[in-house]
């Protein structure tokens, strides 16, 4: 029996500081718990993958003692960006994995993103892996472990999927993230030139974090971009999974407009197909997915969550404003920076000025992600209140699928718990700067009146 910090456990994954509450003895038990739950479901093999945090071989080591144990062979993929891990689990005859990484928190964390018989585990799927080591039940055996990689067949699979019209230059940013060490040689692969900007592996992420969501984080890619001839800048997160784009001239495109790009292409062959996006998306992407013949679906933050609502559904496409993209279209319904940057140069590629192509997305004066910092716990508090108390006289509609979401005839404003970090996620918008001060100004008055002593981001 194991007494393992709950705060690791999250709404899709399991993450926390190294040596603090994630410690290499609740990643063993983990994977003892792991294979558990992976054999009573009649599964036999694993795949096990790391990104390049400096705790993450040790982690793996673990986490594999833990999976051996338990009588569940392992297939030690080595060190990839997560969407390989994934693309291991989907192609390979060995449905599960798990991919050692701490995402784009900061170096002190890491984590584990697990698969098991093809549906990336969350909610009750977590749940049920904490119970295990609760209770200490575990099954036994002696499973085997072999090495083995799935970096080629991964690169050749997207590098026979797209085609470009004709080469590109483009700047590239990895933050010393594992994506690193396979975007440059991907772009190449199709054809591009590629100024390659911070691609060395480094769990300390010495010039800047990994997390192209803050605007911060992309400055660098704008300073390239004007140095050199480059057209484009693609930005990716510590593990590869969300994707950052700048234009030329130092524009950010958020993936909530790279998504309707995207959909208006898909749709075009899926006629009527759902398009998902979570809360935190424009207000111009639902009327954009109908004027393009398919079916605008909202819904709740979480790759794990998205991947499960995308099956449900039969959705070809699905987004996150963090830069989660995942295609079912000529892809397999996972979030893939790599594959989703191969997909935009495709289309790209085919018009003489990428900027203007991205610049004449509709558009709207909006925020980044803001974090409201909270105690650990207090995030979902606070906007358990916010959704039972929360007054907004101007809204007419409010979404509590994932906190709160108030909709303006001009706009909207967003509060919800993130799953990752003791935060609220906030997130704003409106046709005109009159309209998200407004919304805003609202906003600020129902948090101040629920908890006046928080300091506001905005």
Request: hydrophobic share 40%.
């Amino acid at each position: 029996m194991a007494q393992l910090a709950p705060s690791i456990f999250k709404a899709y994954d399991v993450r926390g500081v190294v040596g603090v509450d994630f410690t290499m003895d609740a990643c063993q038990h983990i994977g003892r718990a792991y294979a558990t739950a992976a054999r009573a479901q009649g599964e036999s093999a694993v795949n096990v993958s790391r990104d390049g945090r400096h705790s993450s071989a040790e982690f793996a080591a673990a986490l594999t003692a833990g999976l051996l144990a338990g009588g569940l062979d392992v297939v030690d993929l080595g060190m990839n960006a997560t969407p390989m891990l994934y693309f291991a689990c989907a192609t390979s005859g060995v449905p599960n994995g798990i991919e050692i990484t701490g995402s784009h928190n900061p170096p002190a964390y890491n984590g584990l993103k697990l698969v098991l018989a093809g549906e990336a585990l969350h909610g009750d799927g977590i749940a049920h892996l904490r119970a295990l080591t609760q209770h200490g039940q575990y099954a036994t055996g002696a499973g085997s472990l072999r090495q083995a990689s799935i970096v080629e067949d991964y690169l050749l699979r997207i590098q026979s999927d797209v085609r470009l019209a004709r080469p590109m230059r483009v700047a590239v940013d990895c933050g010393n993230g594992v994506a690193g060490a396979f975007v440059p040689r991907l772009l190449r692969m199709l054809g591009c030139e590629v100024e390659a900007l911070f691609c060395e592996v480094d769990g300390s992420f010495p010039n800047h974090h990994p997390d192209p969501a803050d605007p911060r984080n992309l400055e660098d890619l704008k300073r390239i971009l004007r140095e050199t001839d480059a057209e484009l800048g693609l930005a990716f997160d510590g593990d590869g999974d969300r994707l950052g784009v700048v234009t030329k001239h130092g524009h950010v495109i958020w993936p909530d407009r790279l998504l309707m790009l995207f959909a208006a292409d898909v749709l075009a062959r899926h006629l009527g197909a759902p398009i998902i996006f979570d809360v935190k998306c424009t207000s111009s992407l639902g009327p954009w997915v109908l004027r393009h013949g398919g079916n605008p679906m909202m819904w709740r933050t979480g790759h794990s969550l998205m991947k499960a609502r995308m099956k449900e559904v039969n959705a070809p496409l699905a987004g996150e404003l963090s830069g989660h993209i995942f295609f079912k279209d000529r892809w397999y319904g996972f979030d893939d920076a790599q594959y989703s940057a191969a997909r935009l140069l495709e289309l790209l590629a085919r018009v003489a000025d990428p900027e203007a192509t991205l610049l004449a997305l509709p558009d709207s004066v909006s925020t980044p992600e803001l974090k409201l910092e909270t105690a650990e716990g207090e995030n979902f508090l606070l906007c358990e209140r916010l959704q039972r108390e929360g007054c907004f006289p101007g809204a007419t509609q409010l979404h509590t699928m994932d906190g709160v979401r108030a909709e303006y005839p001009d706009g909207f404003g967003l509060a919800r718990p993130s799953n990752t970090t003791p935060c609220v996620v906030l997130r704003f918008e409106g046709q005109s700067p009159e309209a998200l001060a407004r919304i805003q100004s609202e906003f600020r008055a129902v948090l101040h009146a629920l908890a006046p002593e928080l300091k506001l981001p905005f």
